[in-house]
């Protein structure tokens, strides 16, 4: 499963409301390239006394989700129990399962989510039915199944899903929270320019700490979209009704703003369109400008495999 569910949008938009709240009204752009990620999202609280490194049950909301789930999955196997009232199987499954993590002796942890409450985390897994019992590793859906399961079928998917993986989860001892990794002062230094709103300053720190390290995934994450925001917020919103069929140029910017809104697959089709009726650099100009747009999304997401389909045979 991993890549095939986007968790990151529900860490992005809490890292974005962190944000905004630190630069103020006039930071950078509330709007996020990453699709499902609104403006007035709340932001992830503090680890509440109910995670503690103890405890086998937690109940999640949105807002908790990247703390409870993303970032607890780095040190301990966590399973995703997606619930409502209303589902009578659920209240079948939910007592195994809390059952089980209690007995488990911290190798896992329960994650129960109410659904109707939090539809948020529901659409980022893309529930089509439940009780869905979802296991995230390292931030990452790593396996899952839908329906009632008995005690032993759970068990003998636990222990499968933790030889595989148990060594590289190092567990959450109780009371002790995991030593934070030291952070590179020059990624604080961008970020500080971020909060200045030196955006400019902001971009060439991440490029630069990017270029010097083309291993850094995190620096040359910032500066793409980074760079895609700024640009896509100095353009006119009446572009995209405005743009001449033939102006390569302004169907460029029409595709940012709306990337810029959230609706990827209009934008992209813009581009495509662009490919099918140029030749020569103005082709390559929008191929180019498209392959970039593709690198602020997870390359196994429906719409950004589609539209790599589109690219191909408009190209060829």
């Given at each position: 499963?991993?890549?095939?569910?986007?968790?990151?949008?529900?860490?992005?938009?809490?890292?974005?409301?962190?944000?905004?709240?630190?630069?103020?009204?006039?930071?950078?752009?509330?709007?996020?390239?990453?699709?499902?990620?609104?403006?007035?999202?709340?932001?992830?609280?503090?680890?509440?006394?109910?995670?503690?490194?103890?405890?086998?049950?937690?109940?999640?909301?949105?807002?908790?989700?990247?703390?409870?789930?993303?970032?607890?999955?780095?040190?301990?196997?966590?399973?995703?129990?997606?619930?409502?009232?209303?589902?009578?199987?659920?209240?079948?499954?939910?007592?195994?399962?809390?059952?089980?993590?209690?007995?488990?002796?911290?190798?896992?942890?329960?994650?129960?989510?109410?659904?109707?409450?939090?539809?948020?985390?529901?659409?980022?897994?893309?529930?089509?039915?439940?009780?869905?019992?979802?296991?995230?590793?390292?931030?990452?859906?790593?396996?899952?199944?839908?329906?009632?399961?008995?005690?032993?079928?759970?068990?003998?998917?636990?222990?499968?899903?933790?030889?595989?993986?148990?060594?590289?989860?190092?567990?959450?001892?109780?009371?002790?929270?995991?030593?934070?990794?030291?952070?590179?002062?020059?990624?604080?230094?961008?970020?500080?320019?971020?909060?200045?709103?030196?955006?400019?300053?902001?971009?060439?720190?991440?490029?630069?700490?990017?270029?010097?390290?083309p291993e850094n995934i995190e620096a040359a994450s910032a500066a793409r979209n980074l760079d895609f925001v700024l640009r896509a917020q100095a353009h006119d919103p009446a572009i995209v009704e405005t743009a001449a069929p033939g102006d390569v140029d302004a169907q460029l910017a029409a595709a940012d703003v709306l990337l810029l809104s959230q609706q990827p697959e209009a934008?992209?089709?813009?581009?495509?369109?662009?490919?099918?009726?140029?030749?020569?650099?103005?082709?390559?100009?929008?191929?180019?400008?498209?392959?970039?747009?593709?690198?602020?999304?997870?390359?196994?997401?429906?719409?950004?495999?589609?539209?790599?389909?589109?690219?191909?045979?408009?190209?060829?």
């Open positions: 499963m991993s890549g095939a569910v986007d968790l990151a949008g529900l860490k992005e938009r809490a890292d974005a409301q962190r944000a905004r709240t630190q630069r103020g009204p006039g930071g950078v752009p509330a709007a996020s390239p990453v699709p499902g990620v609104p403006e007035n999202a709340p932001a992830a609280p503090a680890p509440s006394s109910a995670g503690g490194g103890g405890a086998s049950v937690i109940d999640v909301t949105d807002a908790s989700f990247e703390t409870e789930v993303l970032d607890r999955s780095t040190r301990q196997l966590v399973l995703v129990d997606l619930w409502a009232e209303w589902c009578g199987p659920c209240k079948q499954l939910s007592p195994v399962l809390e059952r089980l993590a209690a007995a488990s002796g911290g190798r896992w942890v329960l994650a129960k989510i109410d659904v109707d409450a939090n539809q948020r985390i529901a659409q980022a897994f893309r529930v089509q039915s439940i009780p869905m019992v979802v296991a995230i590793v390292h931030g990452q859906p790593v396996s899952a199944f839908n329906g009632v399961r008995s005690e032993a079928e759970i068990i003998a998917w636990v222990d499968e899903i933790l030889a595989q993986v148990g060594d590289s989860l190092t567990g959450a001892p109780e009371g002790e929270a995991p030593e934070p990794e030291p952070e590179d002062p020059r990624m604080l230094a961008a970020e500080q320019k971020m909060n200045d709103g030196d955006f400019d300053g902001a971009l060439a720190a991440y490029r630069a700490i990017a270029e010097a390290e934008a992209f089709d813009r581009i495509i369109g662009v490919v099918k009726v140029t030749a020569g650099d103005d082709r390559t100009r929008a191929r180019t400008r498209l392959l970039e747009l593709f690198e602020l999304f997870d390359p196994a997401e429906p719409f950004v495999v589609a539209a790599r389909r589109k690219l191909a045979s408009a190209l060829y």
